[in-house]
């Protein structure tokens, strides 16, 4: 069974910086591809970013692009998203996922997901 564990969630004003640490444990854990997804009040949940197992291969949603960057410590296991020029928009929920195998430009569904952390929180002030 894969956990995994968020961190660095917090209050921000409008154009701050935030740092999203998730570290994954459990069997095999470092050929999960890892995301994060956010979820705001009242939406569904949403693909920010996810990266491979190699740490090569990232994608992001439109959203973020330019602003957030994920990257992959394989010797902690760890993945970080950094948030900059953060935006009220940009309040959520934050969610590491793990997925087992590969990730492609279309893995962006909820549902390619297996393992899920409990989430972190983000709140952006105008």
């Known amino acids: 069974q894969v956990q995994l564990v968020e961190s660095g969630g917090g209050l921000v004003q409008a154009g701050g910086s935030l740092r999203l640490s998730c570290v994954a444990s459990?069997?095999?854990?470092?050929?999960?591809?890892l995301g994060w997804f956010r979820q705001a009040p009242g939406k569904e949940r949403e693909f920010v970013a996810a990266i491979g197992w190699s740490g090569s291969t990232t994608y992001y949603h439109d959203s973020v692009k330019g602003r957030f960057t994920l990257s992959r410590d394989s010797a902690k296991n760890t993945v970080y998203l950094q948030m900059n020029s953060l935006e009220p928009e940009d309040t959520a929920i934050y969610y590491c996922a793990a997925r087992i195998g590969m990730i492609f430009s279309s893995t962006r569904n909820p549902s390619q997901f297996k393992y899920w952390g409990q989430g972190t929180q983000v709140t952006v002030s105008s």
């Open positions: 459990g069997p095999n854990v470092g050929n999960d591809a």
